[in-house]
């Protein structure tokens, strides 16, 4: 009897643990957002050349601005690669934030959802980002 209250107890903690976290998906890119975001200034003073991180609902891309003026999507650069997000998954809105070598980042917060769960990922004047994991603004709540 013993021996089977412990399985049984066991069993549930196996089962609780491989429970699949719906807003693990969104949790994780939105990192991945921000870890990039937070990585554009320093690659611009590095490089001398100004950058632009451009965003729509599905995906993200990184530019460089060319002498003419022109912008050039860093298509072949591994980390800086144009992202397209997994169904389901969506940025709110759509728009763009440049960096200038010398000069501080623009302050972003940005909102990654996919219906179930939210994250709010803020980045600061300084370059350093948040993830913030919010499922009330998913549902239609209030941060």
């Not at 903690?13 to 609780?16: C, D, F, Q, R, S």
């Given at each position: 009897m013993v021996v089977l209250v412990i399985v049984a107890i066991l069993a549930g903690?196996?089962?609780?643990a491989l429970r699949s976290d719906p807003g693990r998906a969104v949790e994780a890119e939105a990192w991945r957002l921000a870890r990039?975001?937070?990585r554009l200034p320093r690659e611009a003073a590095l490089t001398g050349e100004v950058l632009a991180l451009r965003w729509q609902a599905g995906g993200y891309a990184v530019e460089r601005r060319d002498p003419q003026g022109g912008w050039k999507i860093l298509e072949s650069d591994a980390v800086f690669a144009p992202r397209r997000f997994a169904a389901g998954l969506a940025l709110a809105g759509q728009g763009e934030a440049i960096f200038?070598?010398?000069e501080d980042s623009p302050p972003l917060r940005l909102t990654l959802t996919d219906g179930a769960a939210a994250a709010v990922i803020e980045v600061s004047a300084l370059?350093?980002?948040?993830?913030?994991r919010n499922d009330a603004l998913a549902a239609g709540g209030r941060p």
């Open positions: 903690l196996v089962a609780g990039l975001v937070e200038v070598p010398e370059g350093e980002a948040m993830v913030r």
